[in-house]
Nanobody
Framework: QEQLVESGGGLVQPGGSLRLSCAAS????????MGWYRQAPGKERELVAA???????DYADSVKGRFTISRDNAKNTVNLQMNSLKPEDTAVYYC?????????????WGQGTQVTVSS
């Protein structure tokens, strides 16, 4: 069973920054896409940012220009640098990783880390 360990959440004032990190377990499967999702109270989980194994990135419109996703393929980690945070960024953030074999791919989720933006 693959495991994802997230870190870096917390409480920050509007305009502040946080950096989230996710470490994916070693596996016999290869890691393809990696990404971050978030879920605010009463809302559905939504994609925040994603990055392919080749480094192509995709962002939600609401975070473009403020958030940056990156990955280290050698360490199986994916990071999310969040700048200019707004109260509406408050949510539980989840790491998502796609493991693939010759037979197909499966997605795994981290346990979630709380990000609260408040003065």
């Amino acid at each position: 069973q693959e495991q994802l360990v997230e870190s870096g959440g917390g409480l920050v004032q509007p305009g502040g920054s946080l950096r989230l990190s996710c470490a994916a377990s070693e596996s016999t499967f290869s890691i393809n896409g990696m990404g971050w999702y978030r879920q605010a109270p009463g809302k559905e989980r939504e994609l925040v940012a994603a990055i392919t194994s080749g480094g192509n990135m995709d962002y939600a419109d609401s975070v473009k220009g403020r958030f940056t996703i990156s990955r280290d393929n050698a360490k199986n980690t994916v990071n999310l640098q969040m700048n200019s945070l707004k109260p509406e960024d408050t949510a539980v953030y989840y790491c998502n990783v796609e493991y693939c074999s010759a037979y197909g791919c499966s997605y795994y989720w981290g346990q979630g880390t709380q990000v609260t933006v408040s003065s």
